[in-house]
């Protein structure tokens, strides 16, 4: 039976009390002569009857209610997303990257140990870096020059500048000629330092790359042979170099064997990775990162959130023992909205 209207102005007066005039329950129930447990059974009442509204405002140019569902959905200690248009790659890439940079601020302490990886959307990173703790900066992986000649060492460069903190690089290419010349580099002294260092790697920021052509650096730099080649053991992206199966799991392929940069052993060990990742088409891969435990934080956009989200839904309801096999299930759920040709990671 509805609220008569004697009830409706009772609980109007409950809930303005309470809501607009910040009184508590025990408050009003001794201006009315009433219990606090009835007080709030009136409040329970006056939003089940449409007296009260409550709506959950997301500040301008995020979205913070994909970033909860993701939180939710994945078990994600840090998700953001923003609100901005595919359309512009370079400008999200940045914009990305400065809010990558207020998420680390947000959980780096001086007593922290940050790795920085290669990839193109940490960027930004290095623009708001003067709000990070002075705390040693390491880099994560070898260099891999962007077209806009940016690499991992000026990134670990920049941030330590700003920040105060202490830098541990490298010079060494990310990805290595053959498995013999990987094996050189990484028995070179500053290489295993940094290999040292990295397991005491407390928060890092990686990108995620989808193992097609135009959606990863790394696949765009290698040759034909070794991107077929990891396709057929199962590759469907990277993060920061590690190659990955639609479920998460590390891949040892030739190219892997040439990667000098954190394994994906290490990443799960780190007890707070940020992934920075854009491009609705990257949803598999982002998918696969965050069910193999190897980040546990994303800054992305609403494209990819939205995405994400349906490919997590496509390979639920078609499972590990489906015809077609969850990778395939998610990247049926993905439309990529934009030419791959400006996603590159």
Not at 19 to 33: M, Q, T
Not at 42 to 64: C, H, K
Not at 236 to 254: K, Y
Request: charged share 25%.
């Amino acid at each position: 039976m509805p609220p008569t209207p004697t009830e409706h102005v009772l609980l109007a007066r409950v809930a303005r009390g309470y809501y607009l005039e910040d009184r508590s329950k025990s408050d009003i129930a001794d201006e009315l002569g009433i219990s606090r447990f009835r007080v709030a059974r009136l409040l329970e009442a006056a939003r089940r009857e449409g007296v009260v509204s409550i709506e959950v405002v997301s500040p301008p140019g995020y979205d913070t209610d994909l970033s909860v569902r993701l939180q939710q959905r994945f078990g994600l200690t840090k998700a953001v997303v923003v609100n901005a248009e595919e359309d512009q790659p370079d400008a999200l890439r940045d914009q990305l990257g400065l809010v990558a940079a207020d998420v680390l601020h947000d959980v780096v302490g001086r007593d922290d140990v940050l790795g920085l990886a290669w990839a193109r959307s940490l960027r930004g990173i290095g623009h708001s870096a003067n709000r990070l703790p002075a705390c040693p900066v390491v880099q994560l992986t070898g260099a891999l020059p962007g077209p806009d000649g940016s690499d991992v060492l000026e990134l670990v460069r920049r941030v330590t500048r700003a920040s105060g903190g202490t830098p541990h690089v490298f010079y060494a290419p990310l990805v290595a000629p053959d498995a013999a010349s990987a094996r050189t580099l990484r028995r070179q002294p500053e290489v295993a330092r940094a290999a040292e260092l990295a397991s005491r790697v407390t928060v890092a920021a990686v990108g995620i790359g989808a193992w097609q052509a135009k959606l990863s650096t790394i696949f765009d730099a290698v040759e034909p042979e070794a991107r077929r080649r990891a396709r057929e053991l199962g590759a469907v992206g990277e993060i920061s170099g590690v190659l990955v199966d639609a479920a998460g799991r590390p891949l040892v392929t030739p190219l892997s064997r040439r990667i000098i940069g954190v394994t994906g052993e290490q990443l799960r060990e780190i007890r707070t990775v940020i992934s920075v990742a854009y491009g609705r088409a990257k949803a598999v891969a982002v998918l696969a990162a965050v069910r193999g435990g190897l980040v546990n934080g994303l800054v992305t956009h609403a494209g990819l959130a939205e995405a994400l989200l349906a490919a997590a839904d496509a390979a639920d309801l078609v499972g590990a023992a489906g015809p077609a096999g969850p990778a395939d299930a998610a990247a049926s759920a993905v439309s990529t909205g934009l030419d791959a040709d400006v996603l590159v990671d």
